[in-house]
């Protein structure tokens, strides 16, 4: 029997803030378990929360980014629960009037062989709403350690419609939202540092028309790898239990990643298990249009439509622009590159076949090298001062001993002016003896050019380079 597969992600990202969502608490990773803490983070008594600004702001650019509607009026709930790593018993978050509602993510599916291109489509979202994060358990043996530095931090949830299918289409939602969130320095989304975790629901419904199956749900999944593993196995788990005719359990079940496996943890809880009530210490929060345009009008231009453009205005193919796009610091540093007029393709293979490899080599991050510099080296080749073999070769050594390309570009400007001066002298007598076919040329003719080259290498006697020449005429015409 065919089954229809609905996914639904809960996705909780790590704003990036100095302080907490509610207390003045600093938010920070590596540091001593429970220094990063206040009383209001502990729940002590007497302490009152204090919203974070920034936080909201945070959650504004990411309701932004994926085209939500930004509520005029919002406030906060109570989510009651016990469980150690909450100490206040509670959680702050948005049960009733979150502050982004609706929009949609991009995401992005290998094409099929014959097509290298991508395949998009866009995910509806449901909401996106800023709560507070909880405390980190740690187990081993017959002990459970509690470390609350992480309490408190700013989440932001992002809920998605049961619209993905498959496990790929689960991975490629959770990888455009890390990387429009980075985009917009909304969050690091680093997964090894715990920024963002994700709760999978996963149903199956016979083929056709009606209501989704029974979900089960895993939580917490903290990479995509992890995310992809635990959504194959659940499918197939359901698979196995819906043929033998027999019915799925709504329940929470923890993936066991090192077994491949899961278990059932509790039956899954509905809202009304949480008791939510209207968060009584922060008041109801305003927010009015003319704060909200800067911020918009803030936002970068998002990835794919970045792509998008790379292709249309610099003709580079997706290969190129799928290793450009996804990484901000280096389509920024691309399109630094090519500036003063550098040619894009040159430019991008530049970057991502030899500049990225001597990263990757070097274990680091650090581009090393200027833009402009990348950018001359590129205009070198094309006017045929340098071989491109030789001009990689200056790229590696200048990467790797941290100096060099200045150099190596330093000889080729005079190379340049020794060169093109001669040559400069000839195109500008041409230009003199040829008016008939510059006349031509400048009204449209391109072709006219051929007779003034023809002055310039009989002149010559053969031996002008064809590549500078042509430059040289064009920019002196």
Partial sequence: MDFVVSIGLEVHVQLRTKTKAFSRSRCGFGEEPNCAVDPTVLGLPGALPVLNEEAVWQIVRAGMLFDCAIAKLCHWDRKNYFYP?????????QQACPICLGGAVEIELPGPARNIQGIHRKVRLNRIHLEEDVGKLSHGGDLSLIDFNRAGIPLAEIVSEPELHSAEEAAAFLNSIRMHLAYAAVSDCDMEKGQMRCDVNISLRPGGDGPLGTRVEYKNLNSISGVRNAICHEIDRQRHILSSGAKILQETRRWE?????SEGMRAKEMAHDYC?????DIPPLRLDADRLLPIRN???ERPFDRQRRFQK??????????????SRPLADFFEAAIADGADPKAVANFVV????????LAGEEDFRLQPDGLGKLAKA????????QAAQDALAEAYRSRTGLAEFLEGLSAREEQSDEPLRELCQRAIEACPRAVAEFRAGKGTAINAIKGFVMK????????KILDQLLRSLL
């Fill in 276 to 280: 939510y009530f209207p968060e009584p």
């Fill in 381 to 388: 080749i094309e006017a045929g001062y340098v071989s491109k």
């Fill in 257 to 261: 990643a090192r077994r491949n496996t």
């Fill in 459 to 466: 002149e010559s006697r053969g031996r002008a380079d064809p």
């Fill in 313 to 326: 205005c610099f003709s580079l193919p997706y290969t190129l622009t799928s290793v450009l796009c996804p």
């Fill in 298 to 300: 803030a936002l970068p």
């Fill in 353 to 360: 076949n030899d500049l990225l490899r001597e990263m990757a």
């Fill in 85 to 93: 790593d909450s100490p206040k018993n509670y959680q702050i978050t």
